[in-house]
């Protein structure tokens, strides 16, 4: 059975007037222990919602950042795949994402 996420937005102060008058529904949670072991002050949204923040963000309107949990009682964790930056070949070889070529060993050739 696929969890459910629960999502969460720790945002700047103008961008949490927008969202109490925007989506009434939302539901505030403050002190919330995250999984960093820093407390946070969140909104609980649906995914849709969220989505609507980030097209606005990109036009520079409002800062925020997205959290999200599992579980029930699993610990709140940062979303990473919001803002996707390009990496360049040295910084993911650096990471060790991916290898070089040459360090595979290569199949010798049989002698003829």
């Known amino acids: 059975m696929a969890s ?3 999502w969460y937005v720790e945002s700047n102060v103008h961008t949490n007037e927008v969202i109490a008058r925007e989506f009434p529904d939302a539901i ?3 002190g919330v222990l995250c999984r960093d072991g820093k407390k946070r002050n969140f909104w609980e949204c649906d995914w849709g919602f969220i989505s609507k923040l980030v097209k606005n963000q990109r036009e ?3 800062a925020f950042s997205v959290f999200y949990r599992e579980r029930p009682y699993a610990p709140v964790k940062p979303w ?3 803002r996707k930056r390009r990496m360049t070949l040295a910084s993911v070889l650096k990471k060790g994402t991916v290898k070089r070529g040459s360090s595979t060993p290569k199949a010798s050739r049989p002698a003829t």
């Open 60 to 62: 520079g309107q409002f």
């Open 28 to 30: 505030s949670h403050i």
């Open 4 to 6: 459910k996420k629960i």
């Open 80 to 82: 990473p795949f919001l």
